[in-house]
């Protein structure tokens, strides 16, 4: 079942690339969104990573970002350590959490994504060089997105339509910065 506004956090327990454990737990207390992707080397993916971690001052002190991959801690590294990305990133091989997040697969999301974000995917492929090899995760799985407040209670479940579509930045930063002006 999907989570939805409301429901309680799934407290989540994975590996960092940094080689720690990283547990939901110790976010109590602080806004922060869980933020499924899918494989490593995701084109999509890699773009959001990007913004994520360069625009991550810009969400204030008491928020941050737990960025989950379909992917083997190794391969993760191998992917993500370009962006020197300011917050938890996390591997779940298992898919442990996908399962309890009920993210979802979608063959035809997946063609969706190739065909109307064609200019995106060239650009992560051609500009940025985000080539996804080796794919170790699953192709179809679709992202998901979840803002979670200092309470582990989701404001906003966001389960993606196909590859490349996540939650507006702006709106992760209105409500990053809506936690401080509520303290």
């Known amino acids: 079942m999907q989570h939805k506004k409301g429901d309680k956090i799934v407290d989540v327990k994975l590996p960092t690339i940094n080689g720690e454990m990283m547990n939901t737990t110790n976010l109590r207390g602080k806004r922060y969104m869980l933020t499924f992707f899918r494989f490593a080397g995701c084109p999509f993916c890699n773009l959001r990573m990007h913004e994520l971690s360069r625009r991550f001052n810009e969400l204030g002190d008491n928020f941050t970002i737990v960025a989950i991959f379909d992917s083997p801690i190794e391969n993760l590294k191998k992917h993500s350590v370009r962006h020197h990305a300011p917050f938890h990133v996390v591997a779940d091989e298992e898919n442990i959490y996908y399962k309890q ?60 339509n196909d590859p490349g579509d996540h939650v507006d930045f702006e709106q992760v930063k209105a409500f990053a910065l809506a936690g401080k002006k509520s303290r």
Do not use: C, W
């Open 101 to 160: 997040y009920s993210i979802r697969q979608s063959f035809a999301g997946l063609l969706r994504g190739a065909i109307t974000r064609f200019p995106s995917v060239m650009y992560a492929l051609v500009v940025k060089r985000y080539i996804p090899l080796p794919i170790k995760g699953k192709l179809t799985t679709m992202p998901a997105s979840f803002l979670v407040d200092e309470n582990g209670i989701i404001q906003l479940a966001h389960y993606a």
